[in-house]
Nanobody, 123 residues
């Protein structure tokens, strides 16, 4: 039913830029609320990169703050991650995630749905 498809990954030199996209289908996009980006390198835990909260505010991981920018296009049901000044440690599989629940009269984010991932390699 719900499908998230990432694109835009690839290989880039340190200091370069990439833009990732995540297109949602079968899902109420809601301006990207409760959608975000995660990444995972081999042997490491998955970590949060950037996300929209349930009220539309933005949260960034400490390691990417000031370099990455999350945005969305509601008309296209697409989430973006603009990555600038890329570093070697940014190398990872990047995933798009989404989902929310109505709990105690408010929306609470829960990453129910995940994309297949797109590889980013910085050298």
């Amino acid at each position: 039913h719900v499908q998230l498809v990432e694109s835009g990954g690839g290989s880039v030199q340190a200091g370069g830029s990439l833009r990732l996209s995540c297109t949602a289908s079968g899902y109420t996009f809601s301006s990207g609320y409760c959608m975000g980006w995660f990444r995972q390198a081999p042997g490491e835990f998955r970590e949060g990169v950037a996300s929209f909260t349930s009220d539309g505010s933005i949260s960034y991981g400490d390691s990417v703050q000031g370099r990455f920018t999350i945005s969305q296009d509601n008309a296209k049901a697409t989430l973006y991650l603009q990555m600038n000044s890329l570093k070697l440690e940014d190398t990872a599989m990047y995933y798009c995630a989404a989902g929310r629940n109505w709990i105690d009269r408010r929306w609470v984010c829960e990453n129910k749905y995940w994309g297949q991932g797109t590889q980013v390699t910085v050298s």
